[in-house]
Each structure stands twice: as C-alpha cells, then as structure tokens.
C-alpha cells in the first residue's frame, strides 16, 4: 500500500527497541527520512502543532496513501506543508494579505486556504478549487522540508475522526506498524492543531477552525474583520466544509461537559478532568489539565489526557470546558472539547 516503504524499511536505522517505529531525530535519521519521503513513503512527523502523516503533496500515489492509512474519506483535503513562504507561488495564487500572514505567523500555526495551482492534484484538494497551505516551526519539520524540497502533504496522524496525536508514542498507539517511520520531536509544544483561515476570497477572510492563532490577531495584521465560522456543523454539511465535521477529535470513551463554574454531576465509573487542580481533591478518579488553569498548559496537555483516559475503561468522561470568550486559546480548547463530545 505504502509505495516503497518495504524497502526503505529493510534499510531502516537500527533501533534499540526492535519493536519501536519511532526514531530521535539524529542528523543521519533526518537524512534517511528525507530520501524515504523523497521516494514515496509516508513518515510521520512532529510540528508545533500536533504530529502529521507526511508524504509527497504532489505525488497522488503518496497522497492516497494517507488517505488509506488514516481511513480518511476522500472527500476532505490535506493540507500542504511548505519550507518557506516562496514554495507557496507555485501552489497557489497569492492573494493581497498573504504575505503580511506570513510575515507575522510564519513559520507557526496558521494554515492559509488560497485558489489552488493545477499542479496540485484534484486528490489533494478533494476536488476543491482551494489548497490549504502551512509552514510549520517545528525544526524538525522544517529541515525535513528543506532536505525534500517539496511540499509534503501532512493531516494530523491519528486515525479518523480520533483524537490528534502530540506524542509520536501516540502515532504509534494508534497505527503500530502500519506507519513503521514516525520521527521523534519530543512532546508537541502547542497541542491542538492549527487555526485555518480561509482567504481564497481576500474580500471575506474566514476562520474555518481556531487555534493558537486568534481570529482577533489575523484581523489586525489584515486590516480588516475576520469572520470565524460557525461550528454547528454536521456530516451532510461537511461536503461544503470539510475539516468541520462537527464530531472529530472523539476518545471512545463517552464524553460530556461541564462548565467552568459548574460542578460535575458524578455518576458510576467516571473519570472528572478539571482546567486546573483542585483545592480539595475528594475522589481519585479526578485528573487535571494544568496545576493553575495557565490556557498554554491545557491545550499542550488536552489530547493527552483524553487518550491516556480512553485506555483506562471508564464508562464516561466528564470535562470542564473553558468559557471561550476568554481568549482566542480558550476558544480552541472550548472547540476541540465541543467536536470531542459531540454524539
Ligand atoms: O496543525 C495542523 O494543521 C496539523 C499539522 C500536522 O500541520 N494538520 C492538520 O491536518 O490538522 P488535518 O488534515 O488533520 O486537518 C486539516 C483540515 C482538514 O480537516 C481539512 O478538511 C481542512 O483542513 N482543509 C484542508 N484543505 C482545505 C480546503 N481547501 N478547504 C477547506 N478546508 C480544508
Ligand atoms: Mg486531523
């Protein structure tokens, strides 16, 4: 399935642990991961953000690839990694704004949609007109690029609709030996994936999915009001906009939500996940995002939590959602946590 991947694993680093798929990013590693990627194979990678299932963008067998391995329906596009703001020309048509976002936020979490190049397969794009493009910060995704030179198409490397990996221990949790290359860039420094501002109509910019980027700081650096969208998406709404299927991001284990100044109603096997700890902690069934409620903390720390209880078998999860007008940060929690408990 994964074009040349047996090869290039025969030819693998020597690992100490002879069942591990996750390898530290040595130079030589680098090296090796580059010429795999370069060849077809999929890799998974760390970013600031979460970890992504890299390949080839521009290669449709590599881009299938990631759809077949992430049991991704083809009807919801990838996003395009690039090393630098120029690898973007000959993706997509730059629109006015695009280069005060990219001096402002990149390289970092903000994921740019913009009218698409025909270079870039209809695959790609899930036959939109549009291309996601993002330079990510992380220095090991950045010297992977710059060693490839290409565009590598990266969705979070999770399973569909399961929530985002920000450990590459989570990859290989989840997908074992089918993704037998994951690079190891240590815990993800952001946690929660990237804000994706819609600006293939500079005329009405939009925010499709928040993240560590506010809607309030892209409208400052444009000039202009941003409008984010609705989440009160669901799956017959998804073919209009893909990337927010209302459920997303879900432990199997039932998820609800209580709020900041609620307390949980306790029922049966329950796990309780508050923002912050506790003062008095009455039940050992209780876990926190953060020691003081710091938002950086529980974002870093949310998807974590959430696949370390999911193997635990708790009948059911109760967690405390932040008020999202608190800020931008506070609002991509408070969503995240929304699509997670989401039925
Ligand atoms: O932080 C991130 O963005 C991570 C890291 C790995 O870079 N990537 C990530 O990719 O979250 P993914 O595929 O899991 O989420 C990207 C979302 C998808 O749900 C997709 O539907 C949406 O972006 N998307 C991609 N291209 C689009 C387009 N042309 N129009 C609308 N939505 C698009
Ligand atoms: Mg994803």
């Avoid at 740019?112 to 209809?122: E, H, M, S, Y």
């Avoid at 928040?210 to 669901?234: F, Y």
């Avoid at 209580?258 to 307390?263: G, I, L, P, S």
Wanted: hydrophobic content about 40%; charged content about 20%.
């Amino acid at each position: 399935m994964v074009t040349h991947s047996a090869e290039f694993y025969k030819k693998a680093p020597p690992q100490k642990g002879a069942s591990s798929f996750v390898y530290p990013p040595t130079g030589d590693n680098l090296a090796f991961f580059a010429e795999a990627l370069k060849a077809g194979c999929l890799v998974a990678i760390p970013t600031e953000t979460v970890y992504g299932l890299a390949g080839l963008a521009l290669d449709e067998a590599a881009s299938r690839s990631i759809f077949q391995v992430k049991g991704r329906p083809l009807m919801d596009p990838l996003i395009l990694h690039v090393a630098n703001p120029g690898m973007v020309e000959q993706l997509a048509d730059i629109p006015p704004g695009f280069s005060r976002l990219t001096e402002a936020f990149w390289p970092g979490p903000l994921t740019i949609i913009l009218p698409k190049k025909p270079v870039v397969p209809n695959l790609v794009t899930a036959g939109k007109p549009t291309v996601a493009v993002r330079m990510p910060r992380h220095p090991v995704a950045h010297a992977l690029l710059e060693r490839v030179g290409q565009p590598l198409a990266a969705p979070s490397a999770n399973p569909f609709g399961y929530v985002s990996p920000s450990t590459a221990q989570h990859v290989t949790d989840s997908f074992g030996d089918l993704v037998p290359f994951v690079i190891d860039g240590g815990a993800c420094e952001i946690g929660l994936e990237s804000t994706i501002l819609d600006l293939s109509n500079a005329d009405s910019p939009q925010i499709l999915r928040p993240g560590a980027i506010s809607a309030e700081q892209v409208s400052e650096v444009l000039g202009r009001p941003v409008q984010v969208r609705n989440q009160q998406l669901n799956l017959n709404q998804a073919a209009t906009a893909p990337g927010t299927f209302n459920k997303h991001y879900s432990p199997k284990t039932k998820l609800s939500l209580f709020d900041e100044d609620e307390n949980p109603s306790l029922s049966g096997n329950q796990a309780v996940v508050y923002l912050q700890r506790p003062s008095s902690i009455d039940d050992k069934h209780s876990y926190w995002l953060s020691e003081d409620g710091d938002m950086e903390t529980i974002a870093k720390s949310l998807f974590a939590l959430l696949r370390q209880l999911d193997a635990m078998g708790y009948e059911s999860i109760a967690c405390q959602k932040p008020n999202p007008a608190a800020s931008g940060l506070a609002h991509a929690v408070a969503d995240r946590m929304q699509r997670a408990a989401a039925k």
